[in-house]
């Protein structure tokens, strides 16, 4: 069962008089909860993490001029439907654009829910043979929309279709499902993932509550299964700009052998200005989260440069040059001087 924004209202989540702006906001963009996200906000707090990415508010009507209706410009790149094809040895492939839930912060927003749809036969043919015609393309990501929402006869058929493809080495799934939605998360829907071509599971978790049993569960049916499972999570003004909340986290990822990929500054997406904090910002959160943990706990800190310019690191740095050499900044703050090769000058 999933919950609108009526739903919210009915269920005690939201106050009656939220109504209206509840309201306003869906007529803009999907509004969807899943029981097992409802059952996680505290209704108690104002500030609640998992109300704050999934409770629609007044502040997603405010567009600032920067804010895009495609902010990592899929649309550029998209040479037939259901394909981006951004980087040379890359492909995302996008077979449905439904979700379990709706992020408040999405990227997708503008494409997703009622206005999305499932790609037809024909449709999903061109997006193989599209593929299939550029032997560059190393690695297909399918992503959405959510693909662990079709059934698992559709996931199989998917999977053996790209894994016979010869240039094709990795498959990788982009889910929420686990999280949001772990029930289904089934045998059938993991058996359909088998192949001998390298298939990895990226799951998308902002904040340590949402790992409840039953999405380590969920994840672990996964990992069983011989598949590696990586993560991504959205850096969220409010949910999880903490360094204490990131390291909780991601500490519970690795225990769960999920390893943290890509931590993501927020897209321009119209009405998500209210997430996004300063660059700044996260690379000082980057830099406590490497005092505080261990190397498997730490994602890469990345940026998607609006206009569909591509996906670059934008973590903190660690070396300075000067007329000596190198200067090196540990974990704590203080430089150490490391010299250049020998017989040369800095």
């Given at each position: 069962m999933t919950l609108g924004a009526d739903d919210l209202v009915d269920a005690g989540l939201v106050a009656p008089e939220r109504l209206g702006e509840l309201r306003r906001v869906a007529a803009q963009f999907q509004v969807v909860l899943t029981e097992e996200v409802a059952g996680l906000i505290d209704t108690a707090d104002p500030g609640d993490p998992?109300?704050?990415?999934?409770v629609p508010r007044a502040a997603e009507l405010e567009t600032l001029p920067e804010e895009q209706a495609d902010p990592i410009g899929d649309e550029r790149w998209s040479p037939v439907p259901g394909i981006v094809h951004r980087y040379p040895d890359r492909v995302l492939l996008?077979?449905?654009?439904?979700?379990?839930?709706?992020c408040r912060y999405c990227f997708r927003r503008e494409q997703i829910g009622a206005r999305g749809k499932v790609l037809g036969r024909a449709a999903l043919d061109r997006a193989y043979a599209y593929i299939r015609a550029h032997p560059n393309i190393w690695e297909v990501v399918v992503t959405g929309g959510d693909p662990f929402l079709l059934s698992p006869r559709r996931v199989a058929a998917m999977v053996q279709t790209i894994a016979a493809i010869d240039h094709v080495q990795v498959i990788r799934f982009h889910t929420r499902v686990p999280v949001v939605d772990p029930q289904r998360v089934t045998a059938r829907l993991v058996s359909a993932?088998?192949?001998e071509k390298a298939l990895y599971a990226v799951i998308h978790a902002n904040h340590p509550r949402e790992l409840t049993d039953a999405a380590k569960q969920a994840i672990g049916r996964i990992t069983r299964a011989g598949i590696p499972v990586l993560s991504q999570s959205v850096l969220l003004r409010g949910v999880n700009d903490d360094a204490a909340v990131l390291e909780q986290l991601f500490r519970a990822l690795v225990a769960i052998r999920v390893k943290p990929y890509y931590l993501h500054h927020p897209d321009l997406a119209r009405g998500t200005g209210h997430f996004r904090g300063d660059i700044a910002e996260g690379q000082q959160l980057m830099r406590e989260l490497r005092r505080r943990a261990s190397g498997l706990c730490q994602p890469t800190y990345v940026l998607d440069i609006p206009g569909g310019h591509g996906k670059v690191s934008v973590g903190p740095?660690?070396?300075?040059r000067d007329r000596d050499g190198w200067q090196v900044e540990d974990s704590a703050g203080v430089s150490h001087r490391y010299p250049p090769p020998d017989g040369t000058e800095a």
């Amino acid at each position: 069962m999933t919950l609108g924004a009526d739903d919210l209202v009915d269920a005690g989540l939201v106050a009656p008089e939220r109504l209206g702006e509840l309201r306003r906001v869906a007529a803009q963009f999907q509004v969807v909860l899943t029981e097992e996200v409802a059952g996680l906000i505290d209704t108690a707090d104002p500030g609640d993490p998992i109300a704050a990415q999934f409770v629609p508010r007044a502040a997603e009507l405010e567009t600032l001029p920067e804010e895009q209706a495609d902010p990592i410009g899929d649309e550029r790149w998209s040479p037939v439907p259901g394909i981006v094809h951004r980087y040379p040895d890359r492909v995302l492939l996008k077979p449905s654009l439904v979700c379990p839930v709706y992020c408040r912060y999405c990227f997708r927003r503008e494409q997703i829910g009622a206005r999305g749809k499932v790609l037809g036969r024909a449709a999903l043919d061109r997006a193989y043979a599209y593929i299939r015609a550029h032997p560059n393309i190393w690695e297909v990501v399918v992503t959405g929309g959510d693909p662990f929402l079709l059934s698992p006869r559709r996931v199989a058929a998917m999977v053996q279709t790209i894994a016979a493809i010869d240039h094709v080495q990795v498959i990788r799934f982009h889910t929420r499902v686990p999280v949001v939605d772990p029930q289904r998360v089934t045998a059938r829907l993991v058996s359909a993932l088998a192949t001998e071509k390298a298939l990895y599971a990226v799951i998308h978790a902002n904040h340590p509550r949402e790992l409840t049993d039953a999405a380590k569960q969920a994840i672990g049916r996964i990992t069983r299964a011989g598949i590696p499972v990586l993560s991504q999570s959205v850096l969220l003004r409010g949910v999880n700009d903490d360094a204490a909340v990131l390291e909780q986290l991601f500490r519970a990822l690795v225990a769960i052998r999920v390893k943290p990929y890509y931590l993501h500054h927020p897209d321009l997406a119209r009405g998500t200005g209210h997430f996004r904090g300063d660059i700044a910002e996260g690379q000082q959160l980057m830099r406590e989260l490497r005092r505080r943990a261990s190397g498997l706990c730490q994602p890469t800190y990345v940026l998607d440069i609006p206009g569909g310019h591509g996906k670059v690191s934008v973590g903190p740095c660690w070396l300075h040059r000067d007329r000596d050499g190198w200067q090196v900044e540990d974990s704590a703050g203080v430089s150490h001087r490391y010299p250049p090769p020998d017989g040369t000058e800095a």
